[in-house]
């Protein structure tokens, strides 16, 4: 949501949550990866913001791959917890 909104209290809103939680989520990623995901821009006349790293960006666009495959891996088994209330 940061990609997409460009700061990280735009990103807190649009997840429901205070821009305090979704700063220690930021710092907690940073802090954790011991690098940058996510960074702060300058201010100036249309004020500051944030914007993933490119090593942010690579995470994020890893974990949609795990995501991906884990929904795909368990399609099948899940197709078959519904049809078990058939039998």
Do not use: C, K
């Not at 949550?17 to 011991?34: D, H, I, K, P, Q």
């Amino acid at each position: 949501m940061i990609a997409e909104h460009g700061s990280i209290a735009g990103a807190g809103r649009a997840l429901g949550m205070s821009y305090r939680r979704a700063w220690l989520l930021v710092e907690a990623m940073n802090t954790g990866f011991g690098r940058p995901v996510v960074e702060a821009q300058t201010g100036g006349r249309a004020g500051g913001g944030a914007r993933l790293s490119a090593f942010g960006a690579d995470v994020v666009a890893r974990y949609r791959a795990v995501e991906a495959a884990a929904e795909a891996a368990a399609a099948p088994f899940l197709g078959r917890l519904g049809q078990a209330g058939d039998a």
